[in-house]
């Protein structure tokens, strides 16, 4: 059996898993666009703009080079930058973060909700009623590991103090909130096309998409320099194009999207049977939401002696992440703890473990995973006895 070490270790992700299941149309697909002879900004980048934008629901979508850049444009074609505030969540990949500064403004961080692991609500009201130092102007709610945000509270505040909302879609591709997709309600959305994400290109990639069009134009050139005809720059921009071989290789996996999607929510509920009795916090989603399971999230007080069985067992685990934003050695030195309680962050980033989760993961794995946990499980129960 594979928890006795002697088969393939079980990796947290695999996007080489993903690309062997869909080679012959992937190797097609390249070739097809090394014979454009098109390599920047050509067709297979529109195609997959209008493919990705008709998924969502959206009008306009604009290839970038990552997620964290969709982020810094999104804010940037808002008018958001140097003298300006920006909240987001104290537990999120960094990149939030970067985007927001890379843009010029100040990062505001707030505390999440202990159940959904995302923004909460009523930190970012406190946060706004006390606020200080250069002037809110937006918020970016990360849906974080896959599950939504609480968009209708958080768009409620948001307006009311007219700031905008940037959706951080990097970990929820094809996540909903009734029948509506993750980064449909804001002012615009970023996704994040990383190879081991929901919707991964073989190579750093991302999105930018919203129904401005003005807002629209204004990303399509900040993305490559500021120009607004060739070698005229109306803005200061940046480069950061998507690239034609990574917009061929999303039109052939955007499609199977939601079936890779069904896929994990298949495994989440092996795991919610599988681990109901262990003690173990698993992942809880309100009736009408959907979550993607970009991570399938179990909390532990002992986290990393899980972790350290989990991978004397060839598992491996996803540690995301080990510390909250304001406790990265990056970032301590700035006044963030002063600002706010961000003390479910600092928990849950203490106890968080992501169990292995993605499309190719088979039945037998996702069994073998259950009976490791479940095996770590009962010895700590016997300790207590
Ligand atoms: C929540 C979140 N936001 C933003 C990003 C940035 O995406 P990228 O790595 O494509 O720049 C990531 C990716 O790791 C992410 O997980």
Not at 114 to 143: D, E, F, N
Not at 235 to 251: K, S, V
Not at 259 to 279: E, F, H, P, V
Request: hydrophobic content about 40%; proline content about 5%; charged content about 15%.
């Amino acid at each position: 059996m594979h928890a006795s070490g002697d088969i393939t270790p079980i990796l947290p992700a695999d996007p080489k898993a993903q690309y062997l299941a869909h080679k012959t149309a992937i190797d097609d697909a390249i070739s097809r666009m090394l014979s454009h002879g098109h390599y920047i900004l050509g067709d297979e980048v529109s195609a997959f703009e209008r493919e990705f934008a008709q998924y969502l629901g959206m009008s306009q979508a604009i290839g970038v080079g990552s997620g964290t850049d969709a982020l810094q444009l999104a804010l940037r074609s808002l008018g958001i930058g140097p003298g300006h505030s920006v909240i987001t969540v104290a537990h999120t990949a960094v990149a939030t973060i970067a985007a927001i500064e890379m843009a010029g403004a100040t990062p505001v961080l707030v505390d999440i909700d202990p159940i959904s692991y995302t923004m909460s609500p009523t930190a970012l009201a406190h946060a706004i009623a006390h606020h200080q130092g250069a002037p809110l102007k937006a918020v970016i709610p990360v849906h974080l590991y896959g599950h939504p945000a609480d968009m209708s509270a958080l768009l409620a505040i948001a307006k009311q103090h007219s700031l905008a909302i940037i959706e951080d879609c990097a970990q929820a591709h094809g996540a909903a909130i009734g029948d509506r997709l993750v980064g449909t309600f804001g002012d615009c959305a970023a996704f994040s096309f990383y190879p081991t994400k929901n919707l991964g290109a073989l190579g750093d990639a991302g999105a930018l998409v919203c129904h401005n069009e003005e807002l629209a134009t204004r990303a399509r050139q900040l993305r490559q320099y500021g120009w607004k005809e060739r070698y005229i720059s109306e803005y200061a921009g940046i480069n950061t194009r998507l690239d034609e071989i990574q917009a061929a290789i999303l039109r052939v996996k955007l499609p199977h999207l939601n079936d890779d999607n069904q896929r994990r929510r298949l495994i989440a509920s092996q795991y919610n049977q599988g681990l109901a009795d262990t003690g173990l916090t698993l992942p809880t989603v309100p009736h009408n939401y959907t979550h993607a399971y970009h991570q399938y999230t179990i909390l532990c007080q002992d986290r990393d002696a899980l972790a350290s069985h989990l991978k004397s067992k060839g598992i491996t685990p996803a540690l995301l992440y080990p510390a909250a934003i304001h406790q990265q050695p990056a970032y301590q030195a700035r006044r963030f703890k002063d600002q706010q309680d961000l003390s479910v962050s600092e928990r849950i980033c203490s106890t968080l473990l992501c169990l292995p989760i993605h499309s190719q993961l088979t039945d037998d794995q996702v069994q073998c995973i259950i009976d490791v946990v479940r095996q770590y499980a009962r010895v700590l129960t016997d300790r207590l006895i």
